[in-house]
């Protein structure tokens, strides 16, 4: 029996954190780059979230992956809550009012992070 079926797997490709931390212009600005094939482009959050897990599905190579829920929103939350305090200068009644969430709950992702 082949061990590596059994390894967890821990992390999700990074394109989702990318895309959504890294390239703020929109899908059809990316339409005149010659360096960038605009099939390969995601046009929304969504779609992003998509090839992500796809790529993860594909990356398994018929693993079942554990906890798939749990490391996705830590993927995702992290970067979130990181942009959110930044964006808010580290204001966290504006960064639970943005995200709509109590400052108690925001408070407690922050550790949950190491953000805080």
């Known amino acids: 029996m082949n061990n590596d079926i059994k ?6 490709p990074n394109s989702l954190i990318a895309q959504a931390r890294n390239d703020s ?10 360096a960038i094939d605009p099939q390969q482009v995601p046009q929304s959050l969504k779609q992003s979230v998509e090839q992500s897990l796809t790529q993860y599905f594909d990356e398994l190579d018929g693993q079942q992956p554990n906890a798939l829920y749990d490391l996705f929103m830590q993927q995702v939350e992290a970067p979130l809550f990181e942009c959110v305090m930044e964006h808010t200068q580290d204001n966290q009644s504006k960064a639970a009012a943005l995200l709509g969430l109590n400052r ?3 408070r407690k992702k922050l550790k949950q992070y190491d953000l805080l």
Request: without cysteine.
């Open 7 to 12: 390894k967890p797997v821990h992390s999700l």
């Open 25 to 34: 212009t929109p899908a059809n600005e990316h339409d005149n780059d010659p």
């Open 104 to 106: 108690g709950t925001l």
